[in-house]
């Protein structure tokens, strides 16, 4: 069973701040890197960042939405994913989700989830 577990979600005003963590597991078998989606109300989850596994920095990918205002990063142990959230907006409301990506077949993709971080964003 592998345990992923989100913090640092809260309430700010737009154009503030927020970095988001996960304790993931030092090792997870076929793990190819590691993600962030997050789901709004009355909406699908969406990929919002992820940051996989090559070398000692990896390749991050970001949404158009969050380009140039987030950041993922993770420790060099991969023992932690940050995710840091600068000029918020009312749209980055949502349950925030860390997922680690795992090799199924040929696509790296989310294999495991969290539990998910709200993040409120008000004008």
């Known amino acids: 069973q592998v345990q992923l577990v989100e913090s640092g979600g809260g309430s700010v005003q737009a154009g503030g701040s927020l970095k988001l963590s996960c304790a993931a597991p030092r090792y997870i078998f076929k793990r190819c890197g590691m993600g962030w989606y997050r789901q709004a109300p009355g909406k699908e989850r969406e990929l919002v960042s992820t940051?996989?596994?090559?070398?000692?920095?990896?390749?991050?990918s970001y949404a158009d939405s969050v380009k140039g205002r987030f950041t993922i990063s993770q420790d060099n142990a991969k023992n932690w994913l940050y995710l840091q959230m600068n000029s918020l907006k009312t749209d980055d409301t949502a349950v925030y989700y860390c997922?680690?990506?795992?090799?199924?077949?040929?696509?790296?993709?989310?294999?495991?989830w969290g539990q998910g971080t709200q993040v409120n964003v008000s004008s």
């Open positions: 997922a680690a990506l795992i090799w199924i077949g040929l696509d790296c993709t989310a294999g495991y």
């Open positions: 940051i996989t596994s090559n070398g000692t920095n990896g390749t991050t």
